[in-house]
């Protein structure tokens, strides 16, 4: 938890943000409950919702907030604990004493927000709501304001039609660009996902199963923070992009992707990713698609700075791509036309990179489209470019994941065989030979400074091939 | 999962049992879907509705199932993939292929489950259906039921109202007692739980953050298993039963309890708990009690076969207890009286153990009552007593912990001398010199065999205090 005065801060720019655009009424924040993992009692490590700490800073379940558009009263709600409670849980602080400590000075029970919520509604007054991103928010949401289930969330990427416009636009502007403190904990869950990585990197023997080098990974995220901030892909079928089976034995001559990150203890998260050879070298062919892939990524960082906007370096990487593609035989044709036609998708069927920041993809539960489009841009409907979850004009404070990859599927290159959508473009020959060759991904973290970027945490990860292949010998 | 067969039995069973109990129409049987953690596409490790796996085996999220109790029909309901899923998840088995793979002919797509409920309904016929263990199926049930979402779940001890008498008993009668195969797997859970505390017991040691022996707990479960089967309890406040806090650092001369357990990867679970003298040695007024708590377990031990109720063995541990603890003279008077008054209570206010099996406090969500109590019994008003879990008469096949503990909780302790509850019978001059010790609790999981009782595991932890302390000293 930050100091008080972050969170008044940051309400005080949200009302004014608010009455910038006209909105009127009560904003309202419902913060997570415990989520049950297999019976009420037995619940999943609690994470509070990213919002609701974000304004309100109380990380403990069943905590809910008003903030009055035009008076600016504060109020949390939250219930003060009973002896039954205090054996369980230990003495705790009261109610107030937490609203106090996030420089709230009003606080209430519980079942006060939503009576609050219906006396406002009864005065005729607009409710201002984000869209829930958990099944009970969305069941106490709909309750609450009489609306159907189905619409307090975010439906598809265009985000949630009865939600708040102003209050979404609102908290995205101001989640969109990090302060210091917010980036000094960015670096922190990078250092943990290096150490969780190199962990990872030192765990790969042939003869090992997968789950062992999870297990190991994941507990090194808890050592020092929340864990990790997603669960971890880690398979030799990189082709398969959220491979969450860790069965498999590592066998020789695989390429093994590891995409990973951890979450600090005050929740912001790093995302990597790595792709090992399991034997410890790379074979030639899997070297010169690496060697792509890496290059793709430098150019990435390399374009990133403010005033640019990201859908822009997404096509300049699948430019990269293509060109090198082609040299070696992988496509043929026109490199403008074989990049306006989508080709890059084949390989790339995903974004070259997404917000990050208290979440993975940060916000995303606000709608992909609102977090990572400006007003003036449309989503592809391409395969590949139409997967970009961020593509806006980049200002100082952004930190986005620069991850592009290339990966053979063979389910979607013979669906692209059979429908013609490659028009020539592919050469589906030599493809075969790339039928068991499974993918590849190099994943950086990326702020975007005053003047130009920075790659995140204090130490980069081995990424040159002959750097991870040294770096393997040498463990 | 196990062999197809398997669950076919499992359900020829339930229909019998129903059978018996005149039930008829159709038993309803809704799976888990993904748990989201900060939204919607960022979730918790996946983990099926316990009764779902146990009957339908299918351990992936939107399943759904339905028993037709007058013909024996069976359907499984899910979606098959396409070409979008295989690129982000790979290839999949069909529904029909799954369905089959744990002896089920029909299949159609999840949202023919809530058309087939709405057709039986419209028939008139019963409905059978389990109360709901997370917010989803709650929501979704209520939907398709016509109530309302609190009636669809266990409210308190006493189970859900509304949902299938017939079914919830049946379900609990049949996983109560657990074949060779569960037992393996729980044995599979429990070594690996040993692998975890003796992890944990390794690092011990003054001047470690608490976190980090539980990232290293907890990356131990998933190296070979699912991961932990509930939140691991790590701390120097063994008073407080549920401290999920984890940032102290471990000092000397404090008492160190940590309950913790492994889930497998087909979901059984392990449950044990051991309390660690922080610089390896316990002081002399901490083995005095330890000692007491160590008698408790071995006694409970003792006591467990088939034909003894368990509440029994709670009494039986709690009288050892408090004669144990007036000859350290911190209570007195008659030891019967003491007993029946609820003493032992204020030194251990929770019960002497639980089911355990797929869940750690197995079929909690399907009322604590019916899981833990035999018709005729009635569950105690008593702090203590009155939290005991598991009650019954034993039969072979039940699988329990065994759980004694002694804290000093000084709220609790000012709050009986307030009101007089302890009649005179408590000496709180004598336990002013305890108000800084914690607490101590030693727990292990048992079979109830034909003839007795078998301690969960191939090996035991360490647990008599000499034998912890050599172990601390070796390592």
Redesign the interface.
Known sequence: MFASEVYTSRRLTLLAKMAEKGAKGLAIFLGNVE?????????????Q??NFLYFWGIDEPLFAATLDLESGEECIYGNDVD?DD??????QDSVAVKAASVGVANSRPYSDFAKAVAAARAKGREIHFLPA????T??TLA?ILGLA?EEV??AGKKGCAKASDALVRSVIGMRLVRDSLEIAEIDKACDLGYEMHTVARQGVKVGTVE??I???????????GWGPS??TILTQ?G??????SHEAVIEPGKLLVIDAGAESNVHYASDFTRTYPTAGKYTSQQRDIYQIVYECNELAFEFVRPGVRYRDVHLAVARHMLDSLSQLGLVKGDLDTMLAEGIAGLFM?HGLGHNMG????D???LGENLVGYDDDQTRSPQLGLGSLRMARTLVPGNVLTDEPGIYF?P??IE?WKKDGVDKGMVNYEKLKEYYTFGGIRLEDDVLVTEDGARRLGSKRLPIAPDEVEAAMAAE
């Open positions: 989520s049950p993992m297999n019976y009420w009692d037995n619940c999943y490590k609690f994470r919702d990213s002896i205090i054996i369980w849980m230990g003495p991103a958990r099944h009970y969305q069941m309750s289930p969330v975010t789950q062992e999870v297990g190991r990974m994941e507990g090194t995220t808890m050592c020092k997603f669960a079928h082709e398969i992009f959220h491979c969450h069927p208290m979440d993975v993809h916000m995303e539960d599927i389910d979607l669906s």
